[in-house]
């Protein structure tokens, strides 16, 4: 009997010393510096989240959503949060990169400027000055807003020049209005200001494309299935997570990073990304549950206006899978 308790208790021992399995070491890698839409991500690294998945994730800035594209083909990065649009565009070349989940399922695009100069509505960009980037995503898709809101070209005038120039072209009143991101280039109006930005959506005039998302090398999503499923779970339960508590998803980005910028504008601008989440199709489904037609719609849109190779239209799910992400109160 005493030999007995002795074997069970140095088995106990053994199994209490041993080491418990490592968690999955991650990359993701961001389509820009960090700004409020990046919230989730560092909400769902602060509250144990991904940990609970096995996932040891570490989230890196990017430098543009092409570049981070080309680090995720490259495998340099696990996974990517870029714009969906960009990616297909490298995808069609032969890049080997897959969307796992697509988040923002409503264009962010507008032209935006300063509320105080009551510039409300496509009309109301007669005879003003737009700032934009040449070739950038929202300059491509721009002639359709036009075309959708019947402004003509010879109704106002453009100025044009690299990110940071089109911010200050509105900033120092050198333009009116700049294309933007209503969750990105507005706040940093307002941190460097103080002062209000209203946006003109294109979504609201009728263009219905999706944004930004999570990609993966196509190749490491076949050969990582568990771990890609177990990543889009976490990060599926960590935008949930930040939708309930905006301002604590924002406070954990300057918790990671203290100079990621300043609360109230992370908090806002984290609160314009929610409702891009989901359009009337999905509103009722979880985070990433993009439709195929909100896909083909994107992907004939970009064929037409952005650029992207008329093959495209032939296999538009070649982009994107919702295979690996969870199903209803998984």
């Known amino acids: 009997m005493k030999r007995w308790i002795g074997a069970v208790s140095a088995a106990l021992m053994v199994f209490a010393i041993a080491p418990a399995q490592a968690a999955d070491k991650v990359v993701l890698m961001l389509n820009w510096y ?3 839409e990046h919230a989730p991500f560092y909400y ?3 509250k144990g989240i991904y940990a ?18 080309q680090a995720v083909a490259a495998k340099t990065a696990a996974f990517g949060y870029v714009d969906v649009p960009t990616m297909m565009r490298a995808a069609i070349k032969g890049a080997p990169v897959i969307a796992t989940g697509v988040l923002l399922q409503t264009s962010p695009m507008s032209a935006m400027g300063f509320a105080d100069k009551n510039i409300r509505k496509p009309e109301d960009i007669k005879g ?14 721009w002639p359709l807003f036009l075309k959708k809101t019947g402004l003509k070209e010879s109704e106002f005038q453009t100025v044009a020049g690299d990110g940071q120039t089109k911010l200050n ?3 120092n009143g050198q333009a009116d209005l700049l294309l933007g991101y209503v969750m990105d280039q507005s706040m940093k109006i307002k941190d460097a200001t103080g002062k209000d930005v209203y946006p003109i959506k294109f979504a609201d005039y009728g263009i219905n494309m999706v944004s930004s998302g999570i990609i993966a090398n196509s190749d490491y999503v076949k050969a990582n299935a568990d771990l890609v499923r177990r990543f889009m779970s976490a990060t599926t339960k960590a935008v949930e997570a930040a939708e309930k508590e905006p301002k604590a998803a924002a406070q954990s980005i300057l918790d990671a990073n203290p100079k990621g910028g300043k609360i109230d504008t992370l908090t806002q601008g984290f609160e314009l990304t929610i409702p891009l989440y989901r359009t009337a199709d999905t509103k009722s489904k979880r985070p990433f549950q993009v439709t195929d ?10 064929v037409e206006y952005g650029g992207l190779d008329a093959k495209a239209k032939d296999k538009p799910k070649a982009f994107y899978t919702n295979d690996y992400l969870p199903k209803s109160g998984s």
Not at 128 to 141: E, R, W
Not at 295 to 301: K, P
């Open 34 to 36: 960090v700004y409020g």
């Open 128 to 141: 003003k000055t737009v700032a934009i980037t040449p070739a950038d995503s929202m300059t491509q898709i």
């Open 293 to 302: 037609q909100n896909m083909t719609d994107s992907v004939n849109l970009m």
């Open 44 to 46: 769902g690294k602060a």
């Open 52 to 69: 609970a998945e096995g996932i040891d994730l570490e989230i890196q800035e990017g430098r543009g959503s092409a570049a981070t594209t």
């Open 169 to 171: 072209a509105v900033i």
